[in-house]
């Protein structure tokens, strides 16, 4: 079986590291119980200084927002809903609650025009939840839709409540270097077997998991005529899943990762039930194998969370 050529753009192990960085982190944050604790505060003030690190950990753990001012009441009464709520979550969530009047470079980053304002963040990307004060009830129910879509896009870490910043990540584990070494040396066969080793002895090892997404997209292009499959999706109505899944493989194998993503995310708003489910599953899929830190992932990553909301 051979390997579609390595084009400008196209995946490439060096474009995984900081993806399998990131794996390799959660890895460690990872239990026996399956459950990833993330460093972190489970309620935290937010400014211009911690704002990168916020975004960071929404990757792992599903992140909230509300901007507020002393001369907002009603901001103030929803900052405390939504801290008592969020606490109660068990650091399933977090949150960030951010002083208009103190920063004014958060304001303008996130084009508040009104408190209080209140945001989602899953991945990275921002996301509206509702605009106005709002009462516990709704509160909490706008907090399980949340939930509900950051679930969906596999990002459920548990916040641990402490301050400490994230420990330093421990060497590969010896499948997963063996596979990654054929990876290097094309031998995809290999590599499969290694990672599949690997997440027998550890299910829940994410550098495992994502170097096996990472073959099994090379296998299945390597199968396949790639002007074909690519000719055979322009004519397919978007319902057609089979026909858009091989050539969004393509699309990204090659070097065109925007294109797939973008194909993907009109066939879900086309799809429904079980044939949406499995186009869900290949974005999300996708989104590790480029890389979850990558641009077009976080732009995809917020797309697709609107559409799940």
């Given amino acids: 079986m051979s390997q579609p050529p390595m084009m400008p753009g196209a995946v490439d192990l060096s474009a995984l590291a900081a993806a399998k960085e990131q794996a390799r982190i959660k890895e460690q944050n990872t239990g026996a119980d399956g459950i990833q604790r993330v460093p972190g505060p489970l309620v935290r003030a937010l400014t211009k200084d911690n704002l990168k690190a916020f975004l960071e950990t929404s990757l792992q753990v599903p992140l909230v927002v509300t901007f507020h001012s002393a001369r907002s009441e ?121 990672y599949t080793a690997a997440l ?29 499959a690519l000719s055979a999706a322009k004519d397919a109505e978007l319902t057609d899943v089979d026909a858009h899944l091989a050539a969004a493989d393509v699309e990204v194998a090659y070097g065109r990762p925007d294109a797939g993503l973008s194909r993907l995310l009109d066939v879900i708003k086309a799809t429904a039930g079980e044939e949406r489910e499995r186009v869900r599953q290949r974005i999300v899929e996708l989104f590790d194998v480029i890389g979850p830190k990558e641009p077009l992932v976080n732009q995809a990553r917020r797309e697709l969370a609107s559409s799940l909301m």
Wanted: aromatic share 2%; net charge negative; hydrophobic share 35%.
């Fill in 74 to 194: 009603g901001s103030l009464e929803l900052k405390t809903t939504l801290s008592n709520d969020v606490s109660g979550r068990g650091g399933a969530l977090g949150l960030g609650t951010v002083d208009i009047d103190t920063e004014r470079e958060l304001v303008a980053t996130f084009q508040i025009q009104a408190v209080p304002t209140t945001l989602a963040i899953i991945g990275g990307n921002p996301v509206p939840l509702f605009q106005g004060t709002a009462g516990p009830e709704d509160v909490a129910k706008a907090l399980d839709n949340v939930l509900a879509a950051a679930a969906q896009l596999g990002v459920t870490g548990i916040l641990n409540g402490d301050e400490d910043g994230e420990p330093a990540p421990p060497p590969l584990p010896p499948h997963v270097k063996e596979a990654q070494e054929a990876m290097d040396a094309g031998d995809l066969e290999t590599a499969k077997n290694e």
């Fill in 200 to 228: 027998k002895e550890n299910p829940g090892d994410d550098a495992s998991r994502i170097g096996l997404l990472q073959v099994e997209l090379l296998q299945r292009v390597g199968d396949a005529d790639p002007q074909e």
